[in-house]
């Protein structure tokens, strides 16, 4: 089958939204589960990635810059960092950290949970 651009960056931008999401609500102060968990899916993620080219260079990523898990705050800053590798590898303009802004749209219910 023929590459088909389209689909392949619609995809990139639907598992980036659910990774900076991800990130965005990864607790600030996680257990060693939790971050056991999330350095996990992030390892699995790279390699399950549906496209052979894009997996083979995240994993390589990740080697260079490996997963910060300790918090919410590393856990973001460091998705973002990894996202911009892959925007100047792709020529694209740099994302700003700073204005990182991703919502899950599930409101309070992490509070509620812990009630
Ligand atoms: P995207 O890069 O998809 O970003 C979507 C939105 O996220 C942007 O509009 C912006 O609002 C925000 N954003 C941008 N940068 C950041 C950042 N650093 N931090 C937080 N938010 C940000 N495509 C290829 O052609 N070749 C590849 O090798 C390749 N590898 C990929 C590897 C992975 C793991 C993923 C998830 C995707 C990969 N892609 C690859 C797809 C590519 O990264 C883009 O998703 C796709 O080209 C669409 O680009 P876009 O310009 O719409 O913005």
């Given amino acids: 089958k023929l590459e088909n651009a389209t689909a392949k960056a619609e995809l990139g931008r639907a598992s980036w ?15 060693p589960d939790e971050s056991l968990a999330l350095k996990t899916y992030i390892t699995l993620f790279a390699r399950l990635y549906p496209c052979g080219d894009c997996a083979r260079h995240f994993q390589q990523l990740l ?28 020529k694209k303009p740099e994302f700003d950290c700073t204005k990182l802004d991703y919502d899950c749209g599930c409101g309070e219910d992490e509070k509620k949970e812990k009630e």
């Fill in 17 to 31: 939204k659910l990774f900076h999401t991800m990130m965005a609500r990864f607790p600030e102060k996680p257990t």
């Fill in 63 to 90: 080697a260079k810059y490996p997963p910060q898990v300790g918090g919410r705050n590393a856990a973001s800053g460091w998705a973002c960092l990894v996202h911009n590798e892959v925007n100047k590898r792709l």
